[in-house]
């Protein structure tokens, strides 16, 4: 096949993918918006919102770890497909849970289906990454837009889903919204399982489980950085910032529970849009077509020790303020809306520089084990959310932050230039 036969084939398959994971992570948006509200009217404790969505890291990372081989094994449709279809069944789960159950028995039951959603993100977006490395043609800084348009574009989607969720909620309540997605993801399933054309590897009978440990010094080191990079953020994202708008912004009342479900889906949406626009942008940014692999190997850790100043900054106005002010939430929303856009580049060159350090036949391999360090840093910082609001507040989520991005940033200083 010519290589002018292959670039459209490439292309329509790139474009596949990316509609696959834009269904996929907009029911994932709108579903953690919509358990995290909703269990909170319930009564639910900042730990035990925490706790609903632990094995859905988890499961994380345990399904990074076996998905590399398993796309190797079986090909990048078959879990691509996969994970869709689990998503279907953990929505359908989770409408039948019963109002009378316990907290226990709700707790214990949500965090199951979760933790199976959390298979269902993983396959997915290991998947729709690896089939990037492998569709993006040739030439300076190609690579990094592609990987930056699939994954800004996805967190744009993401971030109406937080939107979508939290206006479901208000508008349809739990079980219907839930229902209402479970159908929709099912046709995106069926068209694109009919339109699928051809690009991926379908898989190699040989590929053994015991090479998705990596032994690259840079895959290894990333890994470690990204587990503390994405902690940061999930520190106060997950828990922190959400309960804490609505302490602010609800007066208890039905029309005042609605209020705050919109206005807090509004933020978390507006922050995973600009935070999927600028990881778009990152190559134009960084000025990746005329810098080479050794230049953006260092721009790793200057950006994320220059991004822990900002949390450092925002908990340090909040523990001095003391009781919520309107200028104190105007300061916290500008000053959170400018670390989605330093942890936007902070990612993308992430995303970029694992692709980049890989090598085509085990590209599935390294990206898994990549991502099952982004998902134990999401565990960490789920957990660390939970606990740090309860014993802190808001100052406590943001200060474990800062922590945690300079560790980011300590780490990725030892990445070096692949040899030519």
């Not at 032994?215 to 470690?224: M, Q, R």
Request: glycine share 10%; proline share 3%; hydrophobic share 60%.
């Amino acid at each position: 096949m010519t290589d002018t036969a292959q670039r459209p084939a490439g292309m329509a398959a790139y474009i596949a993918v990316t509609a696959a994971y834009w269904a996929f992570m907009l029911t994932d948006g709108a579903l953690r918006m919509l358990v995290l509200l909703h269990f909170h009217t319930l009564g639910f404790s900042p730990v035990q919102l925490a706790y609903l969505f632990i094995l859905y890291e988890i499961a994380g990372i345990v399904t990074n770890l076996s998905a590399g081989w398993i796309a190797a094994r079986f090909g990048l449709t078959a879990t691509l497909y996969a994970g869709l279809g689990l998503q279907i069944v953990a929505l359908i789960a989770l409408a039948q849970l019963d109002p009378s159950w316990g907290i226990a028995a709700s707790v214990a039951f949500v965090m199951c289906v979760q933790g199976l959603s959390g298979v269902a993100k993983d396959l997915a977006k290991m998947s729709s990454k690896s089939a990037v490395k492998l569709l993006a043609p040739a030439g300076e800084g190609v690579l990094f837009r592609w990987v930056a348009l699939l994954t800004g574009s996805k967190n744009a989607v993401k971030g109406l889903g937080f939107l979508l969720g939290a206006a479901l909620l208000a508008l349809v309540g739990f079980v219907g919204s839930v229902l209402a997605m479970a159908a929709v993801l099912a046709a995106i399933l069926l068209v694109i399982a009919l339109r699928m054309p051809s690009g991926l590897p379908t898989g190699r009978k040989g590929a053994k489980f015991t090479e998705v440990f990596s032994k690259s010094h840079n895959v290894n080191w990333l890994s470690a950085a990204r587990v503390f990079l994405f902690g940061a953020r999930d520190v106060w994202f997950v828990v922190g910032i959400p309960i804490y708008f609505y302490a602010v912004l609800s007066d208890g009342t039905v029309a005042g529970n609605r209020t705050a479900f919109f206005t807090i889906g509004v933020f978390m949406a507006v922050w995973i849009i600009l935070y999927g626009a600028v990881q778009a942008s990152a190559p134009r940014l960084l000025r990746a077509d005329t810098r080479g692999e050794a230049a953006l190997i260092g721009e790793a850790w200057r950006w994320a020790l220059g991004l822990a100043l900002l949390p450092a900054l925002l908990a340090t106005l909040v523990w001095f303020a003391g009781a919520p002010a309107p200028w104190l939430t105007g300061t916290l929303i500008a000053g959170l809306l400018g670390f989605g856009a330093i942890f936007a580049v902070n990612s993308a060159l992430h995303s970029y520089l694992i692709l980049a350090f890989t090598k085509a036949e085990r590209v599935t391999m390294d990206v898994g084990f990549y991502y099952m360090a982004n998902a134990a840093g999401r565990l960490i910082g789920t957990l660390l959310s939970g606990l740090s609001y309860q014993w802190g507040g808001l100052p406590a989520c943001l200060g474990v932050a800062a922590v945690m991005l300079a560790l980011s940033g300590i780490l990725a200083r030892q990445l070096r230039p692949v040899a030519a």
